[in-house]
Structures are given as structure tokens and as C-alpha cells.
């Protein structure tokens, strides 16, 4: 399929800040768009200037939550260079969004050709300093205008990107983690493997509540013995007790997360025992207890790594390691940033040049 490019005669002033970016602030001059209609299939791939989009108000996304999305970046090298982060598996994990929602497949390779030529054409956004990236974030919607629950005939692939700071900018940070007892963020059989809008809304509730009582972030337990790990806020999450490093297993209610799968990959090259396992928060109370909790963090393609300090749970406080930054979260941390900007050798093939 050919993309279409229709240049924005009117480019918005950059931010000239880059220690201000934040998240989600900004976006640039172009989106990339292309529709799906049943019988014809994906069709009229176009670049065109960021504008609002027209919807019907009976669009199918705006009631039933037909919607998912990805979350990927663009990195600017030392050397000027522009370079993406393992994209494939971001298109192909769409494809199982896309699947569990009733969702037409992409055409995966397309996909990442088109990424590429977006962010070649908004390349002048993309951020140099330290830690700062272009966010990409690719996305689908039903917009049959038909207030009826079935799948959609008629949808929206989207990309736009975002101009984003250093997720650290005085370094890594140790954040502070309520475990959740009442709200439920998945449950097998539901969508928590899928990157869809409603998981998301699902989500604000403990997030809330959380954050007006002191914490960062929620621990999100299985949903149906409130016992076993899932994942912590929208981040996967991992342990090491002892010399073992312990992530939830895949299960189906957990998001399996591109950062997780090269957190696995880099650190059982480096001789590190990984496990893939369930690991209830009872067996990290004890680890704690007997001085075996050595670390713990979040991964994802935001913050990366983002370091636990301490876990609130039951009226109990588990404190991790010394509630600092642990030595293997801050090589995580370094390693991937460095591979990501160009900055560490690539010895992965995780990286795509553009
Ligand atoms: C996106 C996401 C992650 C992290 O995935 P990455 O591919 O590492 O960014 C983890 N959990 C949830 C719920 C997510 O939405």
C-alpha cells in the first residue's frame, strides 16, 4: 500500500524546553492515519498535518470501548541518527490486541514502514537531550455509527506522536506502592493481556484512591484469590528474592510488556536465574522478613525502570533492600536507556534504524 503524504502548510512552534516536555503534552505537526472498511480492508494509508478528527456521536468506540492502542518510541542518537526500539513486537502485539477485540489484523510490516515514515517526516520533534524521546502511539477504533453491541465493519488506525522528557530527570527514582485489596485491575479470560482503552478505565479507581493517600502507584493482585502478582499501575513488575529474579507469569491477565521481554533477555545473558512464576505477596512479606528482598521494579516503555522503595500492604510495610535504588535496576536501567539512544551496542538486534 502506498502512503499518501499531505505536508502541514502551517507547523506549530516547538516547545524549546526539553527539560519541560513532560508526557503527553505536545504532539507534532503530522499524524498517520488509514480506514478499514469491511470488503475493502485497510485502505488509503495517508500522512496528513494533526487536526481533530470527525466522528459520528454514534461512533461504536465512544460506547462500547471497540478501542486499542500501542505505546513505542523514537530515539535521537548521539550521531544524529534516528532509531526504534524493538517495533515489531509492538505491531505484532497490537495484532493480539486486535484479535481478542474482534479487530481486522494489521499488516505488521506495513505498520512499522509507516511508523518509520512518520517520525521521518516529524523528525525535526524528536528531543535530543538525555532521556527524552518522540512517544509513538498507534491506535484503533470502531467509528460504525450504530448504537448496537457487535464488531465493528468500519474502524480507525491512527499514530501520533509526542514529544516526551526524561521520565527521571534528577535520575531514578524509588517510588512508594500501595498493594491493592479491593479493585481488580484483570481477570483470565478478560482483556488484561490487551493493550484496550477499558483496562485503562478500569484502572483510575485504585489509581486514585492510591495516590490521595501517599502512594505512587497500586500492586495489582490476581482477581480472583487476591494473592498472586500481576503487575504494578501499567508497568510489569519484578522481585529479587535471593539471587533469584522473579517476574508473574504470562497468564492471561497480565500485559506482556516489550521492557519485560528484554529485561528477561539482558539479564539471563548476563548469567542471571530468571524465573517466570507465580509469586504471591505473601512470599515477599516473608522474603522481607527473613532480609532476602534485595530489589524490586516496574517495567515499561515510559519509565523503563521505575525502582520500588516500599510496598503498603494490609497495614504492613515491606521495605525493599535498603528503600534505595537497587544495583541491578540501575544497570537495567543504564544498559537499555544506553542501547535505546545509541549510546551501548545493540548486541540484540532490538534496535531499527530509520
Ligand atoms: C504497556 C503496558 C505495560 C508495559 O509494556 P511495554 O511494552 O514494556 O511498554 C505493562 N502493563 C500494562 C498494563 C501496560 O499497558
Same mark, same amino acid.
Given at each position: 500500500?502506498?502512503?499518501k ?25 503530522? +499524524?498517520?492515519? +488509514? =480506514?478499514? *472498511?469491511?470488503?475493502q ?48 513486537? =509492538? ?7 486486535n ?19 512518520? $517520525? ?8 535530543t537531550?538525555? /532521556? ?23 474502524? +480507525?488506525? &491512527? ?5 516526551v522528557? =526524561? ?23 478478560? +482483556? ?22 501517599g502512594?505512587?502507584? &497500586?500492586l ?8 498472586y502478582?500481576? @503487575? &504494578? !499501575?501499567?508497568?510489569?513488575? %519484578? %522481585?529479587?528474592? !535471593? *539471587? ?12 506482556? /510488556?516489550?521492557?519485560?521481554?528484554? $529485561? ?11 524465573? @517466570? ?5 505473601? @512470599?515477599?512479606?516473608?522474603?522481607? @522478613? ?7 521494579f !516496574? ?9 520500588? /522503595?516500599? %510496598?503498603?500492604?494490609?497495614?504492613k510495610?515491606?521495605?525493599? !533492600? ?18 535505546q539512544?545509541?549510546?551501548i ?10
Amino acid at each position: 500500500m502506498e502512503i499518501k503524504i499531505t505536508k502541514n502548510t502551517a507547523p506549530k512552534q516547538k516547545p524549546t524546553d526539553q527539560s519541560t516536555l513532560g508526557f503527553g503534552k505536545y504532539y507534532t505537526d503530522h +499524524m498517520f492515519i +488509514m =480506514n478499514y *472498511d469491511e470488503g475493502q480492508g485497510w485502505h488509503d494509508a495517508r500522512i496528513v498535518p494533526y487536526a481533530p478528527i470527525q466522528l459520528d456521536p454514534a461512533a461504536m468506540c465512544l460506547h462500547y470501548g471497540q478501542e486499542v492502542f500501542e505505546g513505542m518510541k523514537a530515539y535521537k542518537t548521539v550521531d544524529g541518527g534516528i532509531q526504534l526500539f524493538r517495533p515489531e513486537k =509492538n505491531m505484532a502485539r497490537l495484532n493480539v490486541s486486535n484479535e481478542r477485540l474482534c479487530i481486522p489484523l494489521i499488516d505488521e510490516d506495513f505498520c512499522v514502514e509507516a511508523i518509520k515514515k512518520l $517520525v521521518e517526516v516529524d523528525q525535526e520533534w524528536i528531543p535530543t537531550q538525555p /532521556g527524552t524521546s518522540l512517544y509513538i502511539r498507534p491506535f484503533i477504533f470502531a467509528i460504525d455509527p450504530h448504537v448496537g453491541v457487535h464488531p465493528a465493519k468500519h474502524l +480507525m488506525f &491512527v499514530v501520533i506522536l509526542s514529544p516526551v522528557g =526524561n521520565y527521571y530527570p534528577q535520575g531514578l527514582n524509588p517510588v512508594d506502592i500501595y498493594v491493592e485489596q479491593n479493585y481488580v485491575r484483570a481477570v483470565k479470560g478478560g +482483556m488484561g493481556f490487551t493493550k484496550t482503552a477499558g483496562n485503562y478505565a478500569a484502572s483510575l479507581k485504585a489509581q486514585d484512591e492510591a495516590e490521595k493517600i501517599g502512594y505512587t502507584q &497500586v500492586l495489582w493482585l490476581d482477581g480472583v484469590e487476591r494473592k498472586y502478582i500481576e @503487575e &504494578v !499501575g501499567t508497568m510489569n513488575v %519484578f %522481585f529479587i528474592i !535471593g *539471587d533469584e529474579v522473579i517476574t508473574p507469569e504470562l497468564s492471561g491477565s497480565i500485559l506482556s /510488556g516489550i521492557t519485560r521481554m528484554s $529485561v528477561i533477555e539482558l539479564l539471563k545473558s548476563k548469567g542471571y536465574k530468571v524465573s @517466570e512464576r507465580r509469586l504471591s505477596i505473601q @512470599e515477599v512479606y516473608d522474603a522481607h @522478613e527473613k532480609g532476602l528482598l534485595k530489589e524490586a521494579f !516496574g517495567t515499561g516503555t515510559a519509565a523503563v525502570i521505575s525502582p520500588i /522503595g516500599t %510496598f503498603e500492604w494490609n497495614g504492613k510495610k515491606i521495605t525493599v !533492600g535498603d528503600g534505595g535504588i537497587g544495583e541491578t535496576s540501575q544497570m537495567l536501567y543504564d544498559t537499555i536507556t544506553g542501547i535505546q539512544c545509541g549510546r551501548i551496542k545493540d548486541e540484540f538486534n532490538w534496535i531499527q534504524k530509520i
